[in-house]
Nanobody, 128 residues
Framework: QVQVVESGGGLVEAGGSLRLSCTAS????????MAWFRQAPGKEREGVSC????????YYVNSVKGRFTISRDNAKNTLYLEMNSLKPEDTAMYYCAADTEMYCSGYSFVRILKRNYWGQGTQVTVSS
């Protein structure tokens, strides 16, 4: 009974910043990689970033590399996504999820999508 709760979304102007948070329960948080996904209206859900169990390894899709930073605080069972230089194309519902492995890669996204278990998400809207 893993549960995640996302927060921190909102409406911002292009070039602005937001920090998303995800609090997890029902798992040994510091034993698993964690990931952020997003889904825009009419589009498929896509992986954005993932982070290894201890925060030592991170992965980003090219569209956000250099602008977004993923981090985690295992003492608080919390995952973060710092988003800077936001663009209108970043507008989407953002979701977090736990992998079943300790380390992250593009395959982390595949495993999580196959499991298809999600929280409520948090909406990010970037205006021009």
């Amino acid at each position: 009974q893993v549960q995640v709760v996302e927060s921190g979304g909102g409406l911002v102007e292009a070039g602005g910043s937001l920090r998303l948070s995800c609090t997890a329960s029902g798992l040994t948080f510091d034993a698993y990689a964690m990931a952020w996904f997003r889904q825009a209206p009419g589009k498929e859900r896509e992986g954005v970033s993932c982070i290894a169990w201890n925060g030592g390894t991170t992965y980003y899709v090219n569209s956000v590399k250099g602008r977004f930073t993923i981090s985690r605080d295992n003492a608080k069972n919390t995952l973060y996504l710092e988003m800077n230089s936001l663009k209108p194309e970043d507008t989407a519902m953002y979701y977090c999820a736990a992998d079943t492995e300790m380390y992250c890669s593009g395959y982390s996204f595949v495993r999580i999508l196959k499991r298809n278990y999600w929280g409520q998400g948090t909406q990010v809207t970037v205006s021009s």
